[in-house]
């Protein structure tokens, strides 16, 4: 059975800092392609950030430079650092797995980020 469990959102002022954990469970993790995206109320779900099996990364315009995404095979974790945080960075960030091994993506139930002062 497939687990994706998302921890680390909460409550944060405009300027401050969270990191989101993603801990997988089920899946071949060195494999999979793994990603965070969010979705905003009346809005659609976007890519925020994805980790490719080897490493390389890709950001969103509109994170570049202030989130970092990284994962640890040894643990079966992704993580997702966000600094400068925004206002409208305000969503449900949900974690994207995506196995090389398979025609599945797995999603997790999604971490609720408020940046609000």
């Known amino acids: 059975q497939v687990q994706l469990v998302e921890s680390g959102g909460g409550l944060v002022q405009p300027g401050g800092s969270l990191r989101l954990s993603c801990a997988t469970s089920?899946?071949?993790?060195?494999?999979?392609?793994m990603g965070w995206y969010r979705q905003a109320p009346g809005k659609q779900r976007e890519l925020v950030a994805r980790?490719?099996?080897?490493?390389?990364?890709y950001y969103a315009d509109f994170v570049k430079g202030r989130f970092t995404i990284s994962r640890d095979n040894a643990k079966n974790t992704v993580y997702l650092q966000m600094n400068s945080l925004k206002p409208e960075d305000t969503a449900v960030y949900y974690c994207n797995a995506a196995p090389s091994t398979s025609l599945t993506n797995y999603w997790g139930q999604g971490t609720q980020v408020t940046v609000s002062s």
């Open positions: 089920g899946v071949i993790f060195r494999l999979s392609t």
């Open positions: 980790i490719f099996s080897g490493g390389n990364t």
